[in-house]
């Protein structure tokens, strides 16, 4: 097997129809994606990465061909703080990543070579007050949105370098912990509480729907740490957070969220896949592919989803269905990308510093 | 230390795991770059996180005190055979192992001296083995190159070759019939480790190998017959069959003329590769035939000494001519016959001589105190120049000495090693068991086996990417474990969301909710002061804290815009929605919901007038000035607001009690006024006054109605 460094080995396991490369890092991995590939021999991984044992964060990229899989260091650039969110852009090759001393960073890279060059950022004065906590790219590329524990929410013009506006603060009366784009004009943020608010930047001082999880029965509050919005779908938005609890909530339907799992929240108490937090949601294309094909009544229903959780489970979710369970892990794994080319292929991040690399097949 | 009394004497003697602090020279760390120049006024140094040194300068610059901080990290004094990230991914890997291992032992208290019990802490020795490198080689190339004798491999560690030998020797009980041929393996595995400081035979052979490149003729060189006489000594058959097969002799020019040399040489390379071996197996590309029982190898050792002295009185030697040829060979027998003097010459420490006493004098040897006199007198022969950390633990083993083998684990491989080794000294060894178990009371009432965890976890606990998996370890300590999970979770740093997250996680796990709740107390206030007001009120809501709660409620309330006119209250919807739906966790912030629901109600009577609209909005004022959580700076804003209420034209909206109450808290308020601490609010002067109208004109209104 093929190795990145002088002492890391990469160990694979095939499971069913399920090929899995785990690779020892070395370093804490904050965030990863992959990045757009141009062809499917070679592609590139995003890692941000924090050396613990020099208190050094960088943002990494790393070439990985499938065939051999093995991985090799592209480029490395450091970071002035640890990475909080990282997010690329389907349409160009940009990058953002936003950082814990709260600024923004935005980089171009080099499909072909998979080098990254900074092209500027946001510095942390007056943008946000501590650590930004979520950012997106829009789907053009054309704008960034950043919200943090502060209760501010930015809007990062990338055409205009540098500068930013600031579409609302809620002088910390509400902390935003992620934010994603669900139209040109608008994104959907989740905050403390299990709330998420809906905002069009054409009905400006505030947000234009606020969700009411008023859920039967529940005790449990809890944090949204990820949202995801189909492209297909732009009125469901898909959220992720404590105690398991992954719900859809409809625009239309502002009242009742399709809860998909958790404990102790709607009516579904205990069958929970995942009791702990759930750290990323994501739309899952290729589960869809296969199984939506035999079921005629998909309009209404949530499409299937995958989750990463603290308790070490990568797993595909689906609405009145078992889940998958894609990986299990004695430690958390904390964030997971599927390619949006190849969504057959998974990246995730172990908390025991090692990422791995799923193929399904 | 935990769980030890200081006042129990001298420290010395509670040094359960021995320091060797007198050994070991003082080590400078140069602070460079600090960019003070002397005289320093102040110099201070404290622990950080870990084993790092945190140390403040301060400099006086004509009353401007200016100062740098600098951490120092003291990095590991044994020169490293593992690096830091290294050391942490088999901290990692062995948490699972353990984990299910003790996960076991509770299940089933009853079988640990069962006869398969030994099988699971095998596939526990197994995994945790697997982590600390690979000892098997890569396959093999398919066109191996003829002169490369010694197979390349990964360099071991000598924390892998502790952790096989207590394997072979605690715990897997198959191998019981046949250890000098495991410790045969084990010493063909790790024989490079002790090459650092003394001469070994795999130094010997390593640097035999480099020149074998160039020489042309191997067998007129003394060191061909040295290389292999010692390989051959300690069993590595396949080495001396293949640099055998390098003797001058096979050459194709040469075979004619040197037929009968050849024959000589291909008939011990034959002997050797036929040596008869008391194990139940070798390895495809080792060489002598196994035998399982006692009676079946005996006989064949017998037949194969008989070749061996036959092939020693041969006529043969008489016609060979090449000399070096025949004396080497002849040597070569000898130490298959087992020829004391000669083992002891061609071996160079003791674990070698051991090892080729044990193949060609005594392999009969069986049980420890037989084992242990043999290795008395091996190392007899040959004294221990440089004792090396393995030799020390070997030594432990075969006394039989728990305490000896615990120590060296200690002193040499550090707390991980001494924390997962007890599993295998306890395996099936009743003695072992009582041992470590006993709780000693000049340890604080903890046993030996949590002593040690207690100090592994302390160490995890250090790091900041592994002190999560001290709980591990912590949690499997009966005495005082849970205690100082407790201090390790308080200890953690609130203001880090996830740090806050993973600890409140741990508490669920294990059942510690005071704890969680604790720590949500403690984020909620260090938010509060930070000014993230949500993610105060969150926590504290979570926390259940009524207490705080209503006590920033108070803070919060003057933020509050108090007229209904106010756009600033837009912010607030946000906060109000995570309050949610119920009351009993909102405490005194509950008061902002129902100001939330009479103003929207208010709203709407400013914008259509329906009296329905305007009755629900009443009531939603009584409620809020009903309820004692309602702010007294809120009352007369609240009732300046309603003033379009108080004078509804079609009819009263609020009766004769109602009214009354109003009154009550316009009364109260005036009263109020009179104490110390009052606020008075920015209403205009005569708003008072027109409530007080209001209110009697509405109050004449409701007498009349009823």
């Known amino acids: 097997m093929a190795v990145t460094t002088t002492t890391t080995t990469t160990t694979t396991t095939t499971t069913g129809p399920l090929q899995i490369h785990k690779v020892p890092q070395d370093t804490y991995i904050d965030a990863l994606r992959w990045l757009p590939h141009l062809s499917t021999f070679t592609r590139h991984i995003l890692l941000a990465a924090y050396d613990s044992d020099t208190s050094t964060p960088s943002l990494k990229s790393l070439t990985f061909s499938p065939s051999s899989s093995s991985l090799t260091l592209q480029s490395s650039l450091s970071t002035p703080s640890r990475i909080t969110s990282l997010k690329t852009c389907p349409s160009k090759p940009l990058i953002a990543a936003s950082t814990f001393s709260g600024s923004l960073l935005i980089y171009a890279s080099d499909l072909v070579t998979g080098s990254l060059k900074l092209e500027f950022s946001v510095p942390e004065k007056g943008f946000h007050l501590g650590a930004v906590s979520g950012i997106d790219l829009s789907e053009n590329g054309s704008d960034c949105v950043s919200v943090g524990e502060d209760g501010r929410v930015n809007l990062v013009s990338l055409s205009d370098m540098g500068g930013f506006r600031r579409v609302f603060d809620s002088n910390g009366l509400v902390s935003y912990s992620a934010v994603k784009w669900a139209s040109p004009v608008e994104f959907v943020t989740g905050a403390f509480g299990f709330g998420l608010h809906w905002w069009d930047q054409r009905k400006p001082g505030g947000p234009a729907a606020l969700f009411k999880g008023n859920w039967t029965g529940g005790t449990a509050s809890g944090i949204v740490h990820s949202i995801d919005i189909h492209p297909s779908r732009k009125h469901v938005c898909l959220a992720g957070g404590s105690s398991g609890a992954v719900f859809a909530w409809d625009i239309r339907r502002p009242q009742q969220p399709v809860i998909l799992s958790g404990v102790g929240i709607g009516d579904n108490p205990t069958n929970s896949l995942v009791e702990s937090d759930i750290w990323e949601v994501q739309y899952d294309n290729y589960t869809n592919s296969s199984r939506m094909s035999n079921s005629s009544s998909s309009s209404s229903r949530i499409l299937p989803a995958m989750i990463c959780s603290e308790d070490g489970i990568l797993a595909v979710i689906e609405q009145g269905e078992e889940p998958i369970e894609l990986l299990v892990e004695p430690c958390a794994i904390n964030s997971f990308d599927i390619d949006r080319q190849n969504p057959s292929d998974v990246l995730c991040s172990l908390e025991w510093e090692s990422i791995a690399i799923l193929t399904r097949q | ?706």
């Open chain 2, 1 to 706: 230390m935990p769980g030890v009394t200081s006042d129990s004497g001298e420290l010395n003697s509670l040094s359960v795991v021995p320091h060797s602090s007198d050994t070991q020279s003082p080590i400078v760390y140069p602070l460079r770059n600090h960019g003070l120049s002397p005289p320093l006024i102040r110099l201070s140094i404290s622990w950080a996180r870990g084993n790092t040194l945190r140390v403040s300068f301060l400099q006086s610059e004509e009353h401007n005190v200016v100062g740098k901080v600098v951490e120092v990290k003291l990095t590991n004094t044994d020169g490293g055979e593992i690096t830091d990230a290294q050391r942490r991914r088999i901290e990692y890997g062995s948490v699972a192992p353990f984990a299910l291992l003790q996960s076991h032992k509770n299940s089933s208290i009853t079988s640990l001296y069962d006869k398969d019990w030994w099988e699971r802490v095998m596939e526990y020795s197994k995994e945790i083995s697997s982590l600390l490198g690979d000892s098997k080689s890569s396959a093999a190339p398919i066109i191996g190159d003829p002169k490369a004798v010694l197979r390349k491999m990964e360099e071991p560690t000598s924390l892998r070759a502790a952790w096989e030998l207590l394997e072979i020797f605690y715990v897997d009980k198959h191998c019981q019939t046949w250890i000098p041929e495991r410790l045969l393996d084990w010493l063909a595995d790790f024989d490079c480790l002790f090459s650092g400081n003394q001469p070994t035979v795999h130094a010997k052979l390593v640097a035999f190998q480099e020149e074998l490149v160039t020489i042309q003729a191997v067998e007129n060189d003394p060191e061909y017959w040295q290389a292999m006489s010692s390989a051959l000594a300690v069993g590595w058959l396949d080495v001396v069959v293949k640099l055998l097969r390098l003797h001058g002799s096979y050459l194709f020019d040469q075979l004619g003329s040197r037929e009968i040399e050849n024959g000589l040489v291909e008939a011990v390379a034959l002997l050797i590769s036929q040596m008869p071996r008391m194990r139940p197996y070798l390895l495809a590309e080792k060489l002598g035939e196994s035998y399982q029982t006692k009676p079946e190898f005996m006989k064949a050792w017998e037949k194969w000494r008989a070749q061996i002295t036959k092939l020693d009185c041969s006529a043969f030697w008489l016609q060979c001519d090449h000399q070096k040829t025949r004396d080497g060979l002849k040597n070569m027998l000898q130490i298959m016959l087992g020829n004391a003097s000669i083992l002891s010459n061609v071996t160079y420490h003791w674990i070698e001589l051991y090892i080729s006493h044990f193949l060609y004098i005594r392999p009969f040897t069986v049980g420890l105190e037989s084992m242990y006199t043999l290795a008395q007198k091996c190392m007899n022969l040959k004294p221990i120049l440089y004792r090396h950390k393995l030799m020390g633990l070997i030594i432990g083993i075969l006394e039989e000495n728990t305490e000896v083998v615990l120590a060296e684990c200690s002193r040499s491989f550090g707390p991980w090693m001494t924390t997962h080794a007890i599993e295998l000294l306890t395996a099936g060894s009743i003695q072992a068991e009582t041992l470590l178990h006993e709780q000693q009371s000049k340890l604080g009432g903890i046993c030996i086996e949590e002593l040690h965890r207690l100090v592994y976890a302390q160490i995890l606990s250090s790091h900041a990417l592994t002190w999560n998996i001290a709980a591990i370890y912590l949690t499997s300590c009966m005495k005082q474990g849970l205690g100082l999970l407790e201090n390790l979770l308080y200890k953690q740093p609130v203001q880090h969301h996830q740090v806050l997250l993973k600890s409140i996680e741990i508490c669920r796990l294990n059942g510690l909710d005071f704890v969680s709740c604790n720590m949500m107390k403690i984020a909620g206030v260090h938010y509060w002061k930070h000014g993230k007001k949500g993610s105060a009120v969150f926590w504290l809501q979570q926390a259940r804290d009524e207490l705080r709660l209503n006590r920033i409620a108070k803070h919060l309330f003057d933020f509050v815009g108090k007229s209904i006119s106010d756009e600033g209250f837009k912010q607030w919807e946000g906060m109000i929605e995570l309050l949610g739906t119920e009351s009993k966790t909102a405490g005194g912030l509950e008061f902002l919901k129902k100001y939330r629901d009479f103003r929207r109600s208010l709203q709407q009577v400013h914008e259509g007038i329906t009296t329905e609209a305007a009755q629900k909005a009443a009531e939603a004022l009584i409620s809020l000035m009903r309820n004692p959580s309602t702010p007294q700076q809120f009352w007369l804003p609240l009732l300046h607001d309603s003033l379009k209420l108080l004078n509804w034209k079609e009819r009263p909206l609020i009766n004769v009690s109602q009214t009354n109450i109003l009154l009550n808290k316009l009364q109260d308020l005036s009263l109020a006024r009179l104490r110390p601490g009052f606020v008075e609010t920015d209403l205009p002067p005569e708003a008072l006054k027109s409530i007080r109208l209001a209110l009697a004109t509405n109050l004449g209104r409701a007498i009349l109605n009823e």
